[in-house]
Every structure is written in structure tokens, then in C-alpha cells.
């Protein structure tokens, strides 16, 4: 291979990494966009039932901690380590913790929520954030009744 043909082969390489590169990144915004109305959706609707929040707690990276927060609203799954407050954020709930965390509480930065919560884990469960967010709905108020529910906004 010639230089000139080694210039032209890496240069069509770095072009084609960019393109996988802003194709991967207008994925990721197209699918927490998403996520995002999905959550405002569920505060709406949490919000029109009467769902009851709760004061959100965090727990240290470690598992052992639990740490107060100023957060309101309401976990997402049974672990207690995702959450939206009031206010349509989406919150992993897990902390450094420490001595002034256990003195003065946390406040946990909002995060993207995810389209499929626990994709990537290593333990193999994921679930679509759809199927928690409206499980958490039927759960909150009894029985669904599918005449009055109004659907989960779809992609």
C-alpha cells in the first residue's frame, strides 16, 4: 500500500467512525427524548390519580447507607434506587455516602431516564420504563380500568 492509498484508507476510516459516532449520539438523544416524555406523562397521570409521593432516600454505592434527601416523589422499581420527583426528573438514587452525607442529606443529581431500565446490567433483567411507569400507576390506585386510563404515550 502506497502512502497515498494509506492516507485515503485511514481518512475513510476517521469519516466512518465520526458518522457511527453522530449516529450513535442522535440515537441516545432520540431515545432519552423519549424517556422523557414518557416520565412527564407519568407525573401527569400520578398527578391526576392521586398517586401519594413520598420523601425520597438514598442509598450509599455501597448498599449499606440510606440518606436523606429533599426529593419528593415517587420509586420507579422494587429496589428503591431510581425514582421521579415532583417535578419530572428522573433520579438514580445511589450516592459516595459518607459521615457528612449521614449528617446533612444528599441531593442527588437528575439523570436521563433510560428507554429499558437495567439494559446492560449483569445480572440480565431490564424492563422497559413504559411497563415500570405504568405498573407503578396500576399498583398505586388498585385495579387498572383500561376505559379511563389514558395510554402511555407511544414512540
Known sequence: MSEPDGRTWREQQQQAVRAHADADARRRAAEQAEAARLVAW???EATRRGLRTTRLIARGYDGRGRYRTRLTGWYVDRAETRAVDEAGRFHLLTVPGGLRARLFGVDP???PAPLVVGAGGRDGESIPLRTL????LDDGNGEPDPTTRPAAPRG
Open 133 to 136: 411507569l405504568t405498573r407503578l
Open 42 to 44: 407519568f407525573v401527569a
Open 109 to 111: 443529581e437528575p439523570s
